[in-house]
């Protein structure tokens, strides 16, 4: 594993803007940066590829568990309300796209070590199967790179056609200023639509219910079908999705309920008391205590690394802000990001329907939030 130092394309934001990354720069610089990429060898990209698929697999065994437990529902964060649509939802199998992006702690040496999952809402899933792949064919045309992103997302679609009413799916996000969100969920909906779907948008705010309780669009359609890039967690504190709760199965929701189940924090303390040990796994728990060595303080529900406390030895050293209540908190062994010159690198693997699909880099400081840059990688 290596950081090469590059030029950038020139015209480089033309050219990433062609695949619809529109965010790829502030008045800060660039969120895109292909001054420099990430190059591994063959041995380290299986490497990431098996860890990536063995803690799918550890996910779900603790899914299992925890959906057929309300006190480590509770702990998850899912209120008592949602219990039974959540367990009915992940043991009815609904159909689901079942993809999610695993952040790791990886230099190279060592197993790639698990930071958490962002499996309901994942974000820099453009950036990782479109804009990087045109940017090593142009740069390093001979080169790989592990990143089937695309192709495996564009099969669930495939799959989903044939076990959703009328392949009929909506589309909704927040309307957010900086287009982020609006530019996931259209890729989203073109991969639905390369696959046979009739789609719609809808922004979430003009999602409604009509006088039975089920969802309806601006212009009152019945939804049927809706991807979200919502988190669950905001919608079941929602007044609005506790009255949607009564009538939750009459849309095929995308991703499910059962979500909740990985999406939290929580879940990280409950792998760590199923597989002990385990080379993927960091030691976890909701008892600061617990932690015998240097840790990261994290919200049970947070985002983009916010709200987030590094202790050494004993001594608060690092804090990131934010909106997200502490009162709820998961401690997780302190992993040692090895700095490759201009930032430390967290690797984002993602997985879909149990198999390593992609890999995008970002770059930040010890705590990686909002502000890290995405950089791109190569095989060497």
Known sequence: MRRLTLQPRSNWQARVEEHGLVWHSDADGPYWDESACYEFTLPEIATIEDATEEVQRLYCDAAERIASNPELMALCGIPGSWHEAVSTSWKSAVPALDYGRFDFGYNGSGPP????????????????????????????????????????????????????????????????????DAITTTYMRELAMEAGFDTLAVLIDQIGLDAEGRLVDQDDQLITALFK????????????????????????????????????????????????????????????????????????????????????????????????????????????????????????????????????????????????????????
């Not at 984002?348 to 791109?376: H, K, Q």
């Open 113 to 180: 070590k698990l930071f958490e999952y962002n499996c309901d809402t994942p974000t820099a899933m453009l950036e990782t199967a479109i804009v990087q792949w045109f940017w090593k064919e142009e740069v390093f045309p001979e080169a790989d790179q592990l990143n089937s992103l695309h192709e495996k997302l564009l099969a669930r679609w495939q799959t989903l056609r044939g076990q959703i009413s009328g392949a009929q799916a909506w589309f909704t996000h927040v309307a957010d200023e900086a287009h982020e």
């Open 229 to 380: 890039l919502y988190p669950w967690e905001w919608l079941v504190a929602e007044e609005f999705g506790e009255a949607a709760r009564a009538r939750l199965s009459d849309t095929v929701w995308l991703e499910p309920v059962w979500k909740m189940l990985m999406s939290n924090k929580a879940i990280l303390a409950i792998l760590w008391d199923m597989f002990p040990g385990h080379p993927n796994l960091l030691p976890a728990s909701l008892d600061a205590g617990a932690i015998k060595s240097d840790y990261v303080s994290k919200p049970v529900h947070a985002r983009e690394g916010a709200n987030i406390e590094i202790v050494r030895r004993g001594r608060l050293v690092q804090r990131s802000g934010g909106d997200y209540s502490r009162s709820r908190l998961v401690f997780q062994q302190l992993y040692p990001l090895r700095d490759f010159g201009r930032g430390m690198p967290v690797l984002g693997s993602w997985i879909v329907a149990g198999e390593a699909a992609g890999l995008g880099i970002r770059e930040d400081g010890a705590i990686t939030g909002n502000r890290a840059r995405f950089l791109p990688h190569i095989i060497a």
